[in-house]
């Protein structure tokens, strides 16, 4: 298994057609499970102000704020 980690690439220069070719595998990639995100803590929505004082911390990995359907 390939470990695969997108950090990000420079567009200045890309023509449409390089940045139709990266968007395609980029998506590909995500739609088959290839870059999945560091997800480091997940907060319901009622606690989305520690949420953002983690963000504000800058600290590492993803901060998710969970929407839970009424229901």
């Known amino acids: 298994m390939t470990v695969m980690r997108l950090i990000?690439?420079?567009i200045s220069l890309a023509t449409a057609?390089?940045?139709a070719d990266a968007a395609?595998?980029?998506n590909r990639h995500l739609s088959g499970g290839?870059?999945?995100p560091r997800v480091a803590?997940?907060?319901d929505l009622e606690?989305?102000?520690a949420a953002h004082a983690r963000?504000?911390?800058r600290a590492s990995g993803r901060t998710v704020i969970?929407?839970?359907q009424p229901g």
Do not use: K, N, S
């Open 66 to 68: 969970r929407i839970r």
């Open 55 to 57: 963000v504000e911390a």
């Open 24 to 26: 395609a595998t980029i």
């Open 17 to 19: 057609d390089e940045l």
């Open 47 to 49: 606690q989305t102000a």
């Open 41 to 43: 803590e997940v907060f």
């Open 34 to 36: 290839g870059l999945p």
């Open 8 to 10: 990000g690439f420079v």
